[in-house]
């Protein structure tokens, strides 16, 4: 999306005869989405740019791996794992008691397979990995878990959520946290033995019992840690800056060629209906093969100043132009700006010219018979008439 650019008018895509049924309608439509134009434009001055208006950004990239993160345990399970790892979550009653047991590769392979191996089946044990090991990609992490489950059936519950041990304070592993109605019933550090576990829950035992073997560092990334610093980094400005470069870079431009002797042209948008067509309460609008002019029911209201920014004289000209009908509703419509400092020169142009300044867009060039610039466009009677008006001697240039 871009901002100049302006959304199919169905009148247009019709016939010009919409524009007698819809007149009125469709003027308005125009300019208020002109107005919607003007408006994006003011809010980008001094604020972060929307998302929309960055090619490439590294902001979108941070979110997209995010992203990744808390879709990863789904794509585990996608391609691996049992189904209650789509939701984080082992499918058990919550009148029942949740393990969560938070693991890493700093255990070793060994232990790791073996901790696999007694929670497979378990439907209320769910095993927590906060990430990738440093440098590593979330694809060779899921390699590594997919080739130690290989030979495990049932397969157990797994999720990578780095959310979990920052809420919970993990720091080692393994730790082993057993949940009960949303509250921590007990906790145990150095621990992976389930049935050591479940001996400890059927006497009762309860609260934090501290650390009752050995623990290790966890191995993996903090991702969301990660991400933080990562975004810390971004020169946003510079970001920003190269964005809006982008825009004007990428911009496609209605160029007309420059006007070399005063020309008026009528158009006539007079059309010949080529069916039936009815308005949706069935009521009929036109015949087959009736002619009408739409500006013979309602007059156009606008007066379309069409010019090239970057060329100096074409702007002094239209300055100094005036419309015919002093009630319709002037709008400027560029067919350029200067890419270099785009942005800079539509602002200093609207400063100059004292009203809001549109890039003119392929359906109105069409629509109105553009040739030649500069243009001004206004109602004659039941016309257009195109006023192409020639520059003055050793004008014309580019700036």
């Not at 005869?17 to 309608?25: C, R």
């Not at 209320?124 to 990609?137: A, N, T």
């Not at 389930?194 to 991702?223: F, N």
């Not at 040739?371 to 520059?391: D, T």
Request: glycine share 6%; net charge neutral.
């Amino acid at each position: 999306m871009r901002c100049f650019e302006r959304p199919q008018i169905l009148w247009c895509q019709l016939a010009v005869f919409f524009f007698w049924w819809f007149g009125v309608q469709t003027i308005q439509a125009e300019e208020a989405w002109l107005l919607r134009s003007q408006a994006i434009l003011q809010a980008l001055e001094g604020q972060p740019r929307p998302d929309w208006l960055y090619g490439q950004s590294e902001q979108l990239d941070v979110k997209r791996q995010a992203q990744q993160v808390m879709e990863a345990s789904k794509a585990i399970q996608t391609e691996t794992l049992s189904t209650t790892v789509a939701s984080g979550l082992p499918t058990t009653p919550s009148n029942k008691p949740v393990t969560l047991m938070f693991v890493s590769f700093s255990l070793g392979e060994s232990a790791l397979k073996g901790i696999f191996e007694e929670t497979a089946g378990r439907d209320d044990v769910l095993l927590v990995f906060r990430g990738p090991k440093p440098s590593q990609k979330l694809p060779a992490l899921m390699a590594d878990l997919k080739r130690l489950l290989k030979s495990i059936d049932p397969l157990p519950n797994i999720v990578i959520d780095p959310t979990r041990f920052q809420r919970r304070s993990v720091t080692s592993v393994p730790d082993i946290i057993v949940e009960h109605d949303g509250n921590t019933r007990l906790h145990v550090r150095g621990v992976s033995s389930l049935s050591w576990l479940d001996e400890q829950i059927k006497a009762g035992k309860q609260g934090d019992l501290g650390t009752l073997g050995d623990v290790a560092e966890i191995a993996e990334i903090d991702l969301l840690e990660e991400l933080k610093h990562r975004m810390a980094a971004i020169n946003w400005k510079q970001k920003q800056e190269q964005a809006m470069a982008r825009f004007w870079d990428q911009q496609k431009f209605e160029n007309l060629p420059t006007a070399q002797a005063d020309r008026d042209r009528t158009v006539d948008l007079t059309i010949t209906a080529p069916r039936d067509l009815a308005a949706p309460n069935g009521q009929l609008i036109i015949r087959a093969g009736q002619t009408v002019n739409p500006l013979d029911n309602m007059p156009f209201g606008l007066c379309l100043m069409v010019f090239d920014a970057t060329v100096p004289a074409q702007v002094e000209l239209i300055q100094r132009q005036s419309c015919q009908d002093k009630k319709a509703r002037v709008l400027y419509l560029a067919t350029s700006l200067p890419r270099q400092d785009g942005w800079e020169h539509l602002k200093t142009l609207e400063s100059t010219l004292q009203t809001p300044i549109y890039l003119l867009t392929p359906d109105v060039r069409s629509r109105f018979q553009l040739q030649q610039v500069p243009a001004i466009v206004e109602q004659s009677g039941n016309h257009l008439v195109v006023h192409e008006r020639k520059l003055p001697v050793s004008s014309g240039e580019r700036s």
